[in-house]
């Protein structure tokens, strides 16, 4: 697909993202994971992998899939979000939910710090892991009031605090 399209436009190879919506939102996690070479970095709302099983859509075999390359991941999820129950992060929460797993797992791919830098720039809670360069190579947002979506806002912000520093 990506090599259909960029026959056909013209890309910038350097500053291809992958982003999408709860399952679109996993399967940009998928790409991102599967492909790394064909992304500079990936955002996820309200999606993430599952490994146990226990959210059958979003189930991920990373044993299978997963690649050594690593982009940068910046995943978003509402506080209201009844599918996934985040609503905060810090302290770092040793908590089951399948949600919390992967962003663990991610940490442990990645071999980032275990606490993250967190700040808000309201309604969102960031929680950013750096890699020991000082590069941001993971980001969880905690939107507040929102639910299972993505709102336009959203997007924009994705673009300006997360994408736009990757090309």
């Known amino acids: 697909m990506a090599e259909d399209v960029c026959s056909r436009l013209p890309i910038d190879r350097k500053k291809?993202?992958?982003c999408g919506q709860s399952s679109g939102g996993y399967m940009a996690l998928c790409c991102a994971m599967a492909a790394p070479e064909l992304?500079?970095?990936a955002v996820s709302w309200s999606g993430y992998c599952c490994f146990d099983g226990t959210m059958p859509i979003f189930t991920y075999r990373y044993d299978k899939y997963f690649q050594t390359g690593k982009i940068p991941i910046c995943l978003m999820f509402g506080a209201q979000d009844a599918l996934f129950g985040i609503s905060s992060l810090h302290p770092f929460p040793e908590r089951k939910e399948p949600a919390l797993t992967f962003i663990r797992f991610?940490?442990?791919q990645f071999g980032l710090e275990q606490e993250p830098m967190v700040y808000t720039c309201h309604p969102v809670t960031y929680y950013v892991w750096h890699t020991p360069e000082g590069f941001p190579a993971l980001k969880v947002g905690i939107v507040a009031n929102m639910s299972h979506a993505n709102?336009?806002?959203e997007s924009r912000i994705a673009y300006d605090e997360w994408f736009s520093w990757f090309s």
Do not use: G, S
């Open 16 to 18: 291809t993202y992958v």
């Open 106 to 108: 991610l940490i442990r």
């Open 151 to 153: 709102y336009p806002e």
């Open 39 to 41: 992304f500079a970095a």
